[in-house]
């Protein structure tokens, strides 16, 4: 399989990637009418840590091993980013009325990310990216308000459970860089799934949600955790190997391409001239900034220069 894959050109694999998440919000937002947002996400983390059984008890020693940081951010990242932004994110698709809203919300990430770096890992962003994190607003208000002249409050709870979503994803991106210092990827991945499930345990009676769905929703659900999680993830990950932020970056646009194509096309939902404004300008900002990531982001303390993020999902 290595060597069949090493035959794709990187960025291609990264386009198909991005491609299979782009179904991903459709899905969930098609089961919402018989299954809750926490049940899926549970059901998910439930398959999810089964993949990864073989990791956990190494995983577990490393991160103990580590000490009690190490061990905090490793649920932070499973408590927060695996489970409670999926299920916001969930919740969040299933209320919208136009399914692009919270995913164009979502790929405000980096920017979170990026700040959160600055905070916490001493990563500062230099005076350029400014430049693009003022578009990125103005997008974000754009898409939010169908009327940005006469803002209102219709929709709140979809942007405040979206961008919640958002920045527990891009604190978790964090994170999980910090976790890399002392971890391997595969123990990180184990812990966040298995961190994950519990929290999603804990949430299921504090929601009044079941933990089974039907038949049906439950062969969606395994979709979605090993096609749009294990399978597209392996595939990015092994074409980002070789690919230039440039065109790993132009590649994932089949992301919200595909979102596009539903949301005007398969959902007939259509939006104002100002809100489409507002997904191109959150697009190209989010685009371009891994490509001139060097000129945006400064030196952490340690003397090493660190990129901005790549758009992905969480």
């Known amino acids: ?47 999810l840590v089964l ?38 994110f969930t919740d969040a698709l299933i209320r919208a009325s136009y399914l692009i809203t919270p995913v164009v919300i979502q790929k405000i ?8 770096a600055a905070l916490l890992l001493g990563e500062r962003p230099r005076a350029g990216f400014v430049w693009f994190l003022l578009p990125a607003l103005i997008g974000f208000w754009l ?3 169908p ?13 405040i459970e979206a961008t919640a979503a958002a920045v527990l994803w891009g604190l978790g991106t964090v994170l999980g860089r910090y976790l890399s210092r002392e971890l391997e990827f595969q123990h990180i991945l184990s812990l ?9 345990a804990i949430a299921l009676p504090i929601m009044g949600a079941s933990a089974y769905s039907n038949a049906h929703d439950s062969l969606l659900i395994l979709y979605l955790a090993l096609v749009t999680g294990l399978l597209a993830l392996s595939l990015y990950y092994y074409g980002l190997q070789t690919t230039p932020a440039v065109l790993s970056s ?5 992301y919200p391409a595909v979102i596009v194509i539903a949301s005007s096309y398969g959902s007939d939902q259509h939006m104002r001239w100002s809100q489409w404004l507002g997904v191109a ?34």
């Not at 060597?3 to 491609?19: F, K, M, Q």
């Open 1 to 47: 399989m290595s060597r069949r894959l090493a035959a794709i050109p990187g960025v291609v694999l990264i386009a198909v990637a991005a491609a299979l998440w782009g179904t991903d919000p459709i899905i969930r937002k098609g089961m919402g009418q018989t299954t809750s947002a926490t049940t899926i996400v549970f059901g998910e983390h439930v398959i």
């Open 51 to 88: 993949c990864t059984l073989p990791f956990l008890l190494p995983a577990l020693r490393s991160v103990v091993r580590a000490g009690r940081n190490y061990v905090a951010a490793a649920v932070v990242v499973g408590a927060g980013a695996s489970a409670v932004a999926t299920i916001l």
């Open 109 to 116: 990430q980096p920017f979170i990310a990026i700040g959160a």
């Open 143 to 145: 898409v939010n308000q």
């Open 147 to 159: 009327h940005p002249l006469d803002p209102s409050a219709k929709g709140t709870v979809v942007i």
């Open 192 to 200: 966040r799934f298995f961190f994950g499930l519990i929290a999603c």
């Open 250 to 254: 132009l590649a994932e646009l089949t």
């Open 281 to 314: 300008l959150i697009l190209a900002s989010v685009t371009l900034l891994p490509m001139r990531g060097r000129r945006v982001v400064a030196e952490s303390p340690s003397g090493e220069l660190v990129p901005a993020p790549a758009p992905a999902p969480g």
